[in-house]
């Protein structure tokens, strides 16, 4: 008979999809605090929408696709972009 229960062999599998789904739902947090932060005087938030980014890069590397890590690679290029424009601050 097969096993009956949560513990299954797929197990891994399936925590590695989940990792790009928490990865891509990080990133777009992190893209509604990178939109706003466009507006001048208002570039310092690209400061605290960074380590979330960071934190979706690493959570999409361990997963099984790559659509997350890319997704939170391109908020984070924005968000530096933005950041290298206004001279770190503003």
């Not at 400061?47 to 959570?59: C, F, N, Y």
Request: hydrophobic fraction near 60%; charge should be positive; include cysteine.
């Amino acid at each position: 008979m097969g096993q009956l229960g949560l513990a299954q062999p797929k197990c891994f599998t399936h925590i590695r999809h989940m990792l790009n789904i928490l990865s891509i739902l990080i990133g777009i947090v992190s893209l509604v605090i990178v939109i706003p932060a466009t507006i001048p005087l208002l570039g310092w938030a690209n400061w605290i929408a960074l380590p979330i980014v960071v934190v979706g890069i690493g959570l999409g590397a361990l997963s099984s696709s790559n659509h997350g890590r890319n997704f939170c690679l391109i908020v984070g290029l924005i968000a530096v972009v933005r950041l290298a424009l206004g001279g770190g601050i503003l």
